[in-house]
DNA sequence: GAATAATACTTTGTATACAAAATCAACCCA
DNA sequence: TGGGTTGATTTTGTATACAAAGTATTATTC
């Protein structure tokens, strides 16, 4: 019963959560999007039951919410509580820079910039996909150098939450480009000796992506 | 069918899920406990349906864990695990207070000052669930008050996972008292003008809170 | 008496069925 | 024509039933 010929270990509620959540990240579920119980079951030939789980998941993590009106859809936020959303982000980000700075192991740095040599590439190539995806490897990365898993964790969350808006404003090859040159500041700061200038380098990078994340939605 | 007199708007899903969270911060239910579908659905005089959909939202909040072996249990974390989470909850508290400290209102400060009030109280009558439902109080307040709704979530769960860990901590009335102490002094440094002051007022605060909470935890 | 196999009993996951609530639509009356 | 009301339809929430996967227990054999 399971394609990859494991065991399968995770339950239909589980794959559809997952299914779900990959969806949403990618922008095949643009934010406001209603989401039908019947129809997706039957899109994924179950019952209500398990689909009713996985929505019911999402909602608890923030990715869908129940309406007011009828329904749960995909999170959509108003430019306002984008707002607020980028600053909790970009304190948390500024945690993360300031304690990878502290305790960069030389293992979590070549991880680091393994990741940025992926954005640089990706981006020459402007291949906005790849960029996306490796641009978040590298934020996780870092999240990961803080050595603390609920850290890890936290600013991880946020990231699946903001990813559809931020997805936004990356569109040209330029825009790749000037995102990679942000990221080269930023991560020499990171690996500097002081984590004051770390966290000054982190909230000047949330600062000016959070800008273009705001002219792409506006 | 709702007690307060107002059109019930929860389900029995919701409101059984509410009830658990409040059960597992009070510490009524142990870390490591396991729940029983079943047993929970005869309690609440239900199906095991909404008993169900409670359980799968707590575990994706990190409430609840599906532990390796049968069944769902509140979540349990080794000295070293704990450790981290606090540390992770130093730090937004920090930010917390921060905020808090810059962007005190009249009517947030007031909510802050009631809930103390209310710690007080329940510390002088060395009511333990009391206390402890006070002391929730007003820490979200102070979450209220950093006009983030985001960093507000972010902290109250955080303070929901570390719930049944506080809660031992506050065992005789010296502790209730004691707690009491270390919060005025706390307080006093948000309501003061310098930011880092209310931050480093934060960091001891929760520094001393962890060094109890280890203590009973070990 | 110990180890392994077989069986019974939990427990979990999914499906189906049904009831209640909300939305939509048509209709009627002013 | 407009506002409201009633009826129909969709949608959500809960219950029950069933099947599959574990877990424990007993029995049997060496």
């Given amino acids: 019963m399971d394609r990859n010929g494991t ?9 559809i959560e997952s299914v779900l959540l990959d969806d949403i990240a990618a922008g095949l ?19 209500r039951t ?22 749960v859809r995909v999170a ?12 909790a ?9 300031r304690l990878a700075n502290q305790r960069l192991t030389l293992l979590a740095r070549s991880e680091i910039e393994s990741a940025q040599d992926d954005c640089r590439t990706a981006a020459e190539a402007a291949d906005r996909i790849a960029y996306i995806r490796a641009n978040e490897a590298l934020h996780f990365a870092i999240y990961r150098a803080t050595d603390n898993p609920y850290i890890f964790e936290l600013a991880s969350d946020f990231r699946r939450k903001t990813g559809p808006f931020r997805a936004k404003k990356l569109e040209t090859k330029e825009d790749l480009v000037a995102s990679v040159a ?29 800008m273009r994340v705001l002219a792409a939605n506006s």
């Fill in 182 to 210: 942000s990221h080269e500041d930023l991560l020499a700061k990171i690996f500097s000796g002081d984590s004051q200038v770390a966290v000054d380098g982190m909230r000047k990078h949330m600062t000016e992506s959070f």
């Fill in 29 to 47: 579920l643009q934010p406001g999007e209603r989401l039908d119980e019947t129809k997706l079951a039957s899109r994924f030939g179950v019952s």
């Fill in 7 to 15: 065991q399968t270990r995770e339950s239909t509620g589980q794959r």
């Fill in 50 to 71: 398990p689909v009713r789980e996985a929505l019911s998941r999402l909602t608890a993590q923030g990715v869908l919410v129940t309406g007011d009106k009828r329904g």
């Fill in 89 to 97: 982000m970009q304190e948390i980000e500024s945690i993360c820079a």
């Fill in 76 to 87: 959509q936020y108003s430019r306002e509580e984008l707002a607020q959303m980028f600053e």
